[in-house]
Every structure is written in C-alpha cells, then in structure tokens.
C-alpha cells in the first residue's frame, strides 16, 4: 500500500510495509506541475503491464515495481484492486503511476484539487 500526500507543490507517494521491498522503491516525488490528473479505476489490473523490470509480479496476488509497456514506463504498488489509484504524469520518467492506497476516493480528491489550473 501507498501514502499519497502532497507537499511543498510536489506529490509524494511512500511505500509502506512491505511495498518497499516488492516494488524496490520506497518514495516518489513529482513536481504538481507534471500531474495531469488521477482517478479511482480497480479495472487497471486486469490490464497488460507490458516488461517488469525491476519488480514482483503474482498475478490476482500483487503487482509492485516498475513495467515497461507501449505507453511507457508504469509504476505499479497494487495488492487490492479495489483500492487502485491511477495518477497520470507528463514529462516524467513514468507515465503513471498505479497505486493501492486506504481510501481512493479522498486520494483522487487530494491529488485532483492540488493540480495548479492549466
């Protein structure tokens, strides 16, 4: 599971527990300027990931690091599908990133209302 926040106009999404090891990360930032938007979609995980490299895959079981697909690269920390968030990126080493987080809908709700007006 994931810890999204946002801070000093960045967003920062800390893995917790053992989500630091499976998806060999612990802590993203990104400047607000280079997030386009987030939403709730549990769908995501029946989606194709593309290359896992580096990461864990187990499908119906856990998806953590980083998949190289058609659209780029994509960070996924996902135990739960129902708690999948989907943060969309530009101009950032991943496209998106693909989380499990506590309540998804007070997370797109933070992520959303803290994306500077374009």
Do not use: C, N
Request: charged share 25%; glycine share 10%; net charge neutral.
């Amino acid at each position: 599971m994931a810890r999204v926040s946002i801070e000093d106009g960045r967003l920062i999404v800390e893995m917790e527990g053992l989500g630091k090891v499976w998806a060999l990360k612990s802590r993203l930032v990104i400047p607000l300027e280079h997030v386009r938007g987030a939403t709730a979609d549990p769908g995501i995980v029946k989606e194709p990931k593309g290359l896992r490299a580096p990461g864990t895959h187990f499908p119906g079981v856990i998806t953590s690091g980083t998949f190289h697909g058609k659209d780029g690269k994509v960070f996924w920390d996902v135990r739960d599908a129902a708690r999948a968030v989907v943060i969309e990126l530009v101009d950032e080493p991943y496209a998106r990133l693909v989380v499990e987080v506590q309540d998804p809908r007070s997370t797109v709700a933070l992520v959303e209302g803290a994306i500077p007006a374009r």
